[in-house]
């Protein structure tokens, strides 16, 4: 099973691999559910995560607040991908929506076909689409090549455990072809309890390791 550990400092990222962290997700600004991180940032973490053999999945995002992205907001995102590609990054992370909360093909086309050949993953904008929608934006992900789903199965203030029906739903409905990863809420310590409802490959959090 992979442990992905969400972190915006060096020393964070140092902290997670000692603790057996298999991921980094490499983000800024975390108080407002992560950006892009800089440039420097990147290059150091890239680094010393393959010093240790460990992924890194960096996010690309412009900045807070929601994920209807204006012309601009989506030129940084894509000139940010181009800077970024230089290293060695394993996965980007990234998600845009629709004004009617739908997925916006488009611009994810677009950030995923400039970030090839490093794979993509879908955030947790996923989650701000209509419950009825989702399973439809599962498989415009998928069409899309979309390596992995990042997930909490519900709105953001509940709980992940209440989610579980919700997020079997999506996993039966990727029948293997994208990885659905859950997060938000996810600790060290109540993980055990989440594997034992469902089987998870791969866990997502700030406190997951």
């Given at each position: ?15 997670m ?123 415009q ?24 029906n919700?997020?079997?739903?999506l ?39």
């Amino acid at each position: 099973m992979i442990k992905e550990a969400v972190v915006e400092t060096i020393q964070q990222l140092e902290q997670m691999i000692a603790r057996g962290a298999n991921r980094i997700e490499l983000c800024d600004n975390l108080s407002v559910g992560g950006t892009t991180p800089s440039y420097g940032m990147v290059e150091i973490a890239s680094e010393i995560c393959h010093i240790n053999n460990v992924e890194l999945a960096v996010m690309i995002r412009p900045r807070g607040g929601d994920f209807i992205y204006s012309l601009y907001d989506i030129e940084i995102m894509q000139r940010d991908i181009k800077a970024l590609k230089t290293f060695n990054i394993d996965y980007f992370v990234f998600g845009c929506l629709t004004k009617e909360q739908t997925l916006n093909e488009w611009q994810m086309k677009t950030l995923k076909n400039l970030a090839e050949p490093v794979p993509s993953v879908c955030h947790m904008a996923f989650d701000e689409i209509h419950i009825r929608g989702q399973i439809k934006a599962l498989h415009q992900l998928i069409d899309l090549g979309f390596t992995r789903l990042l997930t909490h199965g519900g709105a953001s203030d509940t709980d992940i455990f209440d989610n579980l029906n919700h997020l079997g739903k999506l996993v039966v409905n990727s029948a293997g072809k994208i990885e659905v990863m859950p997060g938000g809420g996810l600790t060290k310590d109540n993980l055990p309890s989440l594997l034992s409802a469902f089987p998870f490959q791969e866990v997502h959090g700030t406190k997951i390791v």
